[in-house]
């Protein structure tokens, strides 16, 4: 039976005594005392029945005075099963009947009946028709005492308080019981007897038969009446319940359990409620030690069943104990401990089994031998009895928890390794689903590190700094995104994304985009193009999805604002598809948010409407903010109000970057977000115009030579000397290709940054080709020249034409 069944049963067994039907019979047979619930149960009255004989309810039994049932019930000392009862209205209930001997002074004798309904009983007692009551199964204490509370009858049972009859008949309770507990039943039965009802007392006492175990007992006291109504004495009927006792202990335990343990997703935690849901209720000492993988979310590396040679590891998550600072530990909670295959913590990861030591061995030759730290531990605290339970899950022991008693004397039984098992099986199910999150929530993490920038580099005009707030606080992912990218010729990208929904999977298709931006700035397409681009990208995405109708699409559209900043020309160019404006901030704090055309959100299917780019010139340390919608709107406010306390908290140019971010976030509502928060800052400054040189040259072949001595003589005033041959030979590859292969006018221009960047631009849209040219080709060997000589080359369309470039890195020195 477990421990839930019998918490069913044992109440109704105490209900089945507390709600009996009691009457009291002479040796005669005839009625003496009735009881108000023998009249609800019969519908007679006292005053019907008490002076009667008892075959007026019970018609199936003889004269009890002298029949040969009579004498078998004094030779057994009652009687008990069902018999027909008549009820006043007529009707014959079958009822469960109880005959019990009473004996008082000089050997006289009467027989207390009890009467109880079927609704009563516990489920299964019925078997046949004859039905084996509490009253049969367990020794139930009866005593009648008169309205002085003298006991005047009594039956053999009633000796378990180690008072014998002589002593108790005629005596009050107070007299042959002294103490606490005897005032307090006396109380009681002063109450029942004013009421003339019924009532129910519990109290703990050592019986002399174990004298050793505190015992429970339950009272259930009768008013009895006589033949006028009045209360003539009270019956009380007394149950060891020590076993129902101690059920309704662990039921306490187990109650406490399913409220205190897994009230988070920390494996730690979870681990320590359990070692204190269990002191000091069932243990005066509990460890829980994790398999080393589990508190960090990992697979326990042994499954039930298999071997290992070597010590096993584990990680102290819960320690509790009755005793302060926990000295029966030898380590602290958090620390890594070696468990040597012999001990028996290693067997139960091994084989998932428990281990029961209601005396722990402690002799020379067993387990201690070989863990000297616990077993001084053992000896110096008095550990005396142990019970060791494997912490299972999905076929995995996640760890070990161990029980012990110390100050309690009382060895372990099988009754507490049940109790214990039950509390680690409802701990293991909190402790697999906090591992499952904490490896899930360190995977999400890992993804998030990895999918937005570890640094935001700016090259030499641009200072960024960022701040991201997922909603799913505790996934600590999301959709939203931001990035800062540098482009050729000392620009620099800026761009701010949101992804539709939330959680992990928005976190994937951020990640898909993120990429797509990088691959097409990459090909340094301007802002409103790049845009079509990745509505292209999304769109296509959102396609292969629907070609799995099984899964929920992962893409259900996006929202970006993409700008690429220009420090020689402090041009900013910006195209956005949905997205809230860019926030602009002049030196002196004034916020301005620039009309920027909406465009349509990514992948919404609207590519027929083109974005649009618009270029805003920034002042020299200007601000500014790129943002997501989670951060200007609510449910509380329109998006205006949000708007409003951004331009508010950004009005403070002169912070640092971080400061200012975090002055920003800080205006996000307090409740919890509803939508994922993404902030991009970025205070941009112009190039020196000393680092640049710029020359209109006409195009004709003899400004070749011209145009190599222009950009030699810059160098040389950078102090570039070293420079000056690759890039002549740069020079006349650029402006040669531009002459033969564009229009003219051209345009050379040098810029000094992180790198030397050489420009050519030519009013043609014939875009340069790097090939292989074979022996017997006289050209086609130019581009491959200026791939050798540079770090880095390539072409971008321009308005009116193209621009050629290439890149040459810089000393380190410089």
Same mark, same amino acid.
């Given at each position: 039976? $477990?421990?839930?069944?019998? !918490?069913?049963?044992?109440?109704?067994?105490?209900? %089945?005594?507390?709600?009996?039907?009691?009457?009291?019979?002479?040796?005669?047979?005839?009625?003496?005392?009735?009881?108000?619930?023998?009249?609800?149960?019969?519908?007679?009255?006292?005053?019907?029945?008490?002076?009667?004989?008892?075959?007026?309810?019970?018609?199936?039994?003889?004269?009890?005075?002298?029949?040969?049932?009579?004498?078998?019930?004094? !030779?057994?000392?009652?009687?008990?099963?069902?018999?027909?009862?008549?009820?006043?209205?007529?009707?014959?209930?079958?009822?469960?009947?109880?005959?019990?001997?009473?004996?008082?002074?000089?050997?006289?004798?009467?027989?207390?009946?009890?009467?109880?309904?079927?609704?009563?009983?516990?489920?299964?007692?019925?078997?046949?028709?004859?039905?084996?009551?509490?009253?049969?199964? !367990?020794?139930?204490?009866?005593?009648?005492?008169?309205?002085?509370?003298?006991?005047?009858?009594?039956?053999?049972?009633?000796?378990?308080?180690?008072?014998?009859? +002589?002593?108790?008949?005629?005596?009050?309770?107070?007299?042959?019981?002294?103490?606490?507990?005897?005032?307090?039943?006396?109380?009681?039965?002063?109450?029942?007897?004013?009421?003339?009802?019924?009532?129910?007392?519990?109290?703990?006492?050592?019986?002399?038969? +174990?004298?050793?175990?505190?015992?429970?007992?339950?009272?259930?006291?009768?008013?009895?009446?006589?033949?006028?109504?009045?209360?003539?004495?009270?019956? $009380?009927?007394?149950?060891?319940?020590?076993?129902?006792?101690?059920?309704?202990?662990?039921?306490?335990?187990?109650?406490?359990?399913?409220?205190?343990?897994?009230? $988070?997703?920390?494996?730690?935690?979870?681990?320590?409620?359990?070692?204190?849901?269990?002191?000091?209720?069932?243990? +005066?000492?509990?460890?829980?030690?994790?398999?080393?993988?589990?508190?960090?979310?990992?697979?326990?590396?042994?499954?039930?069943?298999?071997?290992?040679?070597?010590?096993?590891?584990?990680?102290?998550?819960?320690?509790?104990?009755?005793?302060?600072?926990?000295?029966?530990?030898?380590?602290?909670?958090?620390?890594?401990?070696?468990?040597?295959?012999?001990?028996?913590?290693?067997?139960?990861?091994?084989?998932?089994?428990?281990?029961?030591?209601?005396?722990?061995?402690?002799?020379?030759?067993?387990?201690? +031998?070989?863990?000297?730290?616990?077993?001084?531990?053992?000896?110096?605290?008095?550990?005396?009895?142990?019970?060791?339970?494997?912490?299972?899950?999905?076929?995995?022991?996640?760890?070990?928890?161990?029980?012990?008693?110390?100050?309690?004397?009382?060895?372990?039984?099988?009754?507490?390794?049940?109790?214990?098992? %039950?509390?680690?099986?409802?701990?293991?199910?909190?402790?697999?689903?906090?591992?499952?999150?904490?490896?899930?929530?360190?995977?999400?993490?890992?993804?998030?590190?990895?999918?937005?920038?570890?640094?935001?580099?700016?090259?030499?005009?641009?200072?960024?700094?960022?701040?991201?707030?997922?909603?799913?606080?505790?996934?600590?992912?999301?959709?939203?995104?931001?990035?800062?990218?540098?482009?050729?010729?000392?620009?620099?990208?800026?761009?701010?994304?949101?992804?539709?929904?939330?959680?992990?999977? !928005?976190?994937?298709?951020?990640?898909?985009?993120?990429?797509?931006?990088?691959?097409?700035?990459?090909?340094?397409?301007?802002?409103?193009?790049?845009?079509?681009?990745?509505?292209?990208?999304?769109?296509?995405?959102?396609?292969?999805?629907?070609?799995?109708?099984?899964?929920?699409?992962?893409?259900?559209?996006?929202?970006?604002?993409?700008?690429?900043?220009?420090?020689?020309?402090?041009?900013?160019?910006?195209?956005?598809?949905?997205?809230?404006?860019?926030?602009?901030?002049?030196?002196?704090?004034?916020?301005?948010?620039?009309?920027?055309?909406?465009?349509?959100?990514?992948?919404?299917?609207?590519?027929?409407?083109?974005?649009?780019?618009? %270029?805003?010139?920034?002042?020299?340390?200007?601000?500014?903010?790129?943002?997501?919608?989670?951060?200007?709107?609510?449910?509380?406010?329109?998006?205006?109000?949000?708007?409003?306390?951004?331009?508010?908290?950004?009005?403070?140019?002169?912070?640092?970057?971080?400061?200012?971010?975090?002055?920003?976030?800080?205006?996000?509502?307090?409740?919890?977000?509803?939508?994922?928060?993404?902030?991009?800052?970025?205070?941009?400054?112009?190039?020196?115009?000393?680092?640049?040189?710029?020359?209109?040259?006409?195009?004709?072949?003899?400004?070749?030579?011209?145009?190599?001595?222009?950009?030699?003589?810059?160098?040389?005033?950078?102090?570039?000397?070293?420079?000056?041959?690759?890039?002549?030979?740069?020079?006349?590859?650029?402006?040669?290709?531009?002459?033969?292969?564009?229009?003219?006018?051209?345009?050379?221009?040098?810029?000094?940054?992180?790198?030397?960047?050489?420009?050519?631009?030519?009013?043609?849209?014939?875009?340069?080709?790097?090939?292989?040219?074979?022996?017997?080709?006289?050209?086609?060997?130019?581009?491959?020249?200026?791939?050798?000589? $540079?770090?880095?080359?390539?072409?971008?369309?321009?308005?009116?034409?193209?621009?050629?470039?290439?890149?040459?890195?810089?000393?380190?020195?410089?």
């Amino acid at each position: 039976m $477990s421990i839930d069944q019998a !918490a069913l049963l044992e109440p109704l067994e105490l209900r %089945e005594i507390s709600d009996a039907a009691i009457t009291v019979i002479d040796e005669q047979g005839t009625v003496v005392a009735w009881t108000r619930a023998a009249q609800h149960l019969v519908g007679y009255c006292a005053e019907d029945v008490v002076g009667r004989s008892a075959t007026l309810v019970l018609p199936s039994f003889e004269e009890l005075g002298a029949s040969a049932f009579a004498e078998q019930c004094r !030779a057994q000392g009652g009687w008990s099963g069902t018999a027909a009862v008549r009820h006043r209205d007529g009707r014959t209930l079958n009822l469960s009947v109880r005959l019990s001997l009473l004996w008082g002074q000089d050997a006289n004798h009467r027989w207390l009946v009890s009467l109880t309904g079927m609704g009563a009983c516990s489920p299964g007692m019925v078997d046949g028709s004859v039905r084996k009551s509490l009253f049969a199964r !367990a020794p139930v204490g009866i005593a009648i005492r008169d309205p002085q509370l003298r006991c005047i009858w009594t039956n053999a049972e009633m000796e378990h308080d180690g008072i014998s009859r +002589d002593r108790r008949v005629g005596r009050r309770l107070k007299d042959s019981l002294p103490g606490f507990e005897a005032e307090a039943l006396e109380a009681v039965m002063r109450q029942v007897l004013a009421s003339g009802t019924s009532a129910v007392h519990e109290y703990r006492a050592w019986p002399p038969e +174990d004298p050793r175990r505190e015992h429970a007992f339950s009272v259930s006291f009768f008013c009895l009446l006589d033949a006028d109504g009045q209360a003539l004495g009270v019956c $009380s009927l007394t149950v060891d319940v020590t076993s129902n006792q101690g059920v309704r202990e662990r039921l306490a335990i187990l109650s406490q359990a399913g409220t205190r343990i897994g009230s $988070s997703l920390d494996v730690m935690q979870t681990a320590q409620e359990l070692a204190d849901v269990a002191v000091p209720l069932l243990a +005066d000492h509990v460890t829980v030690d994790l398999a080393e993988p589990v508190p960090l979310g990992g697979e326990p590396s042994a499954r039930i069943g298999t071997t290992c040679d070597h010590s096993r590891v584990f990680r102290r998550a819960g320690l509790a104990s009755i005793h302060p600072g926990v000295p029966e530990s030898a380590f602290a909670r958090g620390e890594t401990i070696s468990v040597p295959p012999s001990s028996p913590l290693a067997a139960a990861l091994r084989t998932g089994k428990s281990r029961l030591e209601p005396v722990l061995d402690t002799t020379p030759g067993t387990w201690v +031998d070989h863990d000297p730290a616990r077993a001084q531990k053992i000896r110096e605290n008095g550990i005396h009895s142990m019970m060791i339970v494997p912490i299972r899950a999905r076929h995995c022991v996640l760890g070990v928890a161990l029980f012990a008693r110390t100050e309690d004397p009382t060895p372990f039984r099988q009754d507490d390794l049940l109790l214990a098992e %039950e509390l680690v099986t409802r701990a293991a199910l909190s402790l697999d689903n906090a591992r499952q999150y904490t490896r899930e929530r360190s995977t999400a993490l890992a993804l998030q590190r990895n999918l937005l920038p570890h640094r935001l580099r700016g090259g030499v005009a641009v200072e960024a700094a960022g701040r991201y707030l997922p909603a799913d606080t505790d996934a600590g992912v999301g959709g939203d995104w931001f990035d800062v990218i540098p482009l050729p010729c000392a620009r620099v990208a800026l761009v701010v994304g949101d992804v539709v929904g939330h959680g992990i999977n !928005a976190a994937v298709t951020m990640a898909r985009l993120r990429t797509a931006v990088h691959t097409l700035a990459e090909l340094d397409l301007p802002p409103d193009e790049l845009l079509s681009h990745l509505d292209d990208s999304v769109r296509r995405l959102a396609g292969e999805d629907d070609d799995a109708p099984d899964q929920m699409p992962e893409i259900l559209g996006a929202t970006c604002v993409y700008a690429v900043y220009d420090p020689v020309t402090r041009q900013c160019t910006m195209a956005r598809a949905g997205h809230p404006p860019p926030a602009i901030v002049d030196a002196q704090g004034k916020v301005t948010f620039p009309d920027l055309p909406t465009g349509a959100p990514l992948g919404l299917g609207l590519g027929l409407v083109p974005f649009e780019a618009v %270029e805003v010139e920034l002042p020299e340390g200007s601000l500014i903010a790129f943002y997501t919608d989670g951060l200007v709107e609510s449910h509380d406010d329109d998006i205006d109000a949000g708007m409003h306390r951004l331009a508010t908290a950004l009005a403070q140019p002169e912070q640092p970057l971080e400061d200012l971010c975090s002055s920003v976030m800080e205006t996000v509502p307090a409740q919890a977000a509803s939508d994922d928060v993404a902030l991009l800052l970025a205070r941009v400054d112009a190039l020196k115009p000393t680092h640049t040189a710029s020359w209109e040259l006409p195009a004709a072949p003899v400004v070749v030579s011209a145009a190599r001595h222009l950009a030699a003589r810059q160098l040389r005033a950078w102090g570039l000397e070293h420079l000056v041959p690759t890039t002549e030979l740069i020079v006349s590859e650029l402006v040669t290709n531009a002459i033969h292969h564009g229009a003219g006018p051209i345009r050379l221009r040098l810029i000094k940054h992180q790198v030397v960047t050489c420009e050519v631009f030519d009013r043609g849209s014939c875009y340069p080709r790097l090939r292989h040219a074979r022996n017997v080709d006289e050209n086609g060997r130019g581009l491959f020249l200026i791939a050798q000589l $540079s770090s880095k080359w390539g072409f971008r369309s321009a308005t009116d034409g193209k621009l050629v470039w290439v890149d040459q890195e810089l000393p380190s020195t410089l």
